[in-house]
């Protein structure tokens, strides 16, 4: 069984360009979230999908957006890129969201910003 | 406002003796903690986890402990590993009302642990 796949790997962009990730959950997965984790932080929670629509979001400017298609594949847009947008993007899926909902990581996009 | 610390960035251990990573929270809404493993370039690893109604939960060499009064967890590996270095993050969870998921995470900055040969 696949795990979750993001895309690209690696990403450099200008500062002030705009940045778009994507996320392929586990099949059967129906919830996608998305975290940062910037240079010395832990896992900043981004925003959260299930069933196409965003549920929640974390405390990040509204120029972090994203989408979640029918098949529950997701992206995350990042405009107006800045420096500090430097950081690892890591998606991860789930199947529930009840209690003992275990979510699958995938291996993450490093977004440089120069 | 920091909900869940690791305050502790890095421990090193010999192999074959006990790890013990420490975790703190405030949100006193949280009911579900887990812990996630990371290696360089790859994306956390789900560990174990530990529900609100219990005060320990083992798996193999790994025992994560709960306190709720001192809002303290914390994971014990016993015997260490050298595969065991990575990095550990500390993480919490909660479906209370508004809407929310168990899937959705507040991390700790994470604990840098290093076995020894």
């Known amino acids: 069984e696949a795990g979750v796949t993001q895309s690209p790997t690696h990403l450099i962009k200008t500062r002030g360009q705009q940045a778009t990730l994507r996320c392929s959950p586990i099949s059967g997965h129906t919830s996608v979230y998305w975290y940062q984790q910037a240079l010395g932080l832990g896992l900043q929670f981004l925003l959260w999908?299930?069933?196409?629509?965003?549920?929640n979001r974390g405390n990040f400017p509204p120029r972090f957006s994203g989408r979640q298609f029918p098949n529950y594949s997701s992206e995350l847009n990042v405009n107006a890129l800045e420096l500090e947008d430097s950081a690892l993007y890591l998606c991860?899926?789930?199947?529930?969201?009840?209690?003992?909902?275990?979510?699958?990581f995938g291996q993450g996009t490093r977004l440089t910003v120069v | 406002d920091q909900q869940v610390k690791q305050n502790s960035p890095s421990l090193s251990v010999q192999e074959g003796r006990i790890s013990i990573l420490n975790c703190d929270y405030t949100?006193?809404?949280?009911?579900?903690f887990l812990w996630y493993k990371k290696y360089p370039a790859e994306g956390p690893t789900f560990l174990i986890s530990i529900s609100s109604i219990k005060d320990k939960n083992e798996d193999g060499r790994f025992t994560v402990f709960l306190n709720k009064s001192a809002k303290h967890l914390s994971l014990h590996i016993v015997p260490s590993q050298p595969g065991d270095s990575a990095v550990y993050f500390c993480?919490?969870?909660?479906?209370?009302?508004?809407?929310?998921?168990?899937?959705?995470?507040?991390f700790g900055q994470g604990t840098i642990l290093t076995v020894h040969p």
């Open positions: 949100n006193s809404m949280f009911d579900y």
């Open positions: 993480a919490a969870s909660s479906a209370n009302a508004g809407g929310t998921s168990y899937g959705k995470l507040t």
């Open positions: 991860a899926s789930s199947q529930g969201t009840g209690v003992n909902t275990e979510a699958f």
């Open positions: 999908y299930d069933e196409g629509e965003e549920r």
